[in-house]
T-cell receptor
């Protein structure tokens, strides 16, 4: 069966510090991968998605970036965090079999920027 | 573009009450529709889905029917429990690379 992992689970970082969040998927090959952010009390904002190794599409301009160095690994990064980067970051995957497959979400990372 | 609109919360109900969370959508084609649930501090879990008109998705006592004529996918449960307290998201996908989510509806069930 497929599983998706995110780490760390929680993170407290000072403004201006770098960020690296990692997401890995097991039990599937060549998935679409997604990064979402959920601000407190808000809905989901799609940040990045990837359809393959090295292929990243950005949905919103910001100081975050994403990379996909391996088929089942998706990394969210920043060189300098802003206060507004605080939120709950969710990684998700979607299989290619079937046209309307749902997305499956990881447990999330709670980021607090102070 | 595609979009999803769901009723604003928060919704507060007593245990065993009937639940309805409204969801309507706009889409250019024939999307699949989903309901996700998010318990406190966790990621989203798929609750149910429907892939074509008149399909009914159901899971854990929750139901939603894909109504093409009203472009709706309302979530219902006949008798809610305290453990149903969570945030519920309606979503659609037309098979592209993304999925459109509603803003989420927070449900609190009191004993």
């Amino acid at each position: 069966s497929q599983t998706i992992h995110q780490w760390p689970a929680t993170l407290v970082q000072p403004v201006g510090s770098p960020l690296s969040l990692e997401c890995t998927v097991e039990g599937t090959s060549n998935p679409n991968l997604y990064w979402y952010r959920q601000a407190a009390g808000r809905g989901l904002q799609l940040l990045f998605y990837s359809v393959g190794i090295g292929q990243i599409s950005s949905e919103v301009p910001q100081n975050l970036s994403a990379s996909r160095p391996q088929d089942r690994q998706f990394i969210l990064s920043s060189k300098k965090l802003l206060l507004s980067d605080s939120g709950f970051y969710l990684c998700a995957w979607k299989g290619l079999a079937g046209r309307y497959n749902e997305q499956f979400f990881g447990p999330g990372t709670r980021l607090t920027v102070l | 573009g595609d979009s999803v609109t769901q009723m604003e919360g928060p919704v507060t109900l007593s245990e065993e009450a009937f639940l309805t969370i409204n969801c309507t959508y706009t889409a250019t084609g024939y999307p699949s529709l989903f309901w996700y649930v998010q318990y406190p501090g966790e990621g989203l879990q798929l609750l149910l889905k429907a892939t074509k008109a008149d399909d009914k998705g159901s899971n854990k006592g929750f139901e939603a029917t894909y109504r093409k004529e009203t472009t709706s996918f309302h979530l219902e449960k006949g008798s809610v429990q305290v453990s149903d307290s969570a945030v519920y998201f309606c979503a659609l996908s037309e098979g592209g690379n993304d999925m459109r989510f509603g803003a989420g509806t927070r449900l609190t069930v009191k004993p």
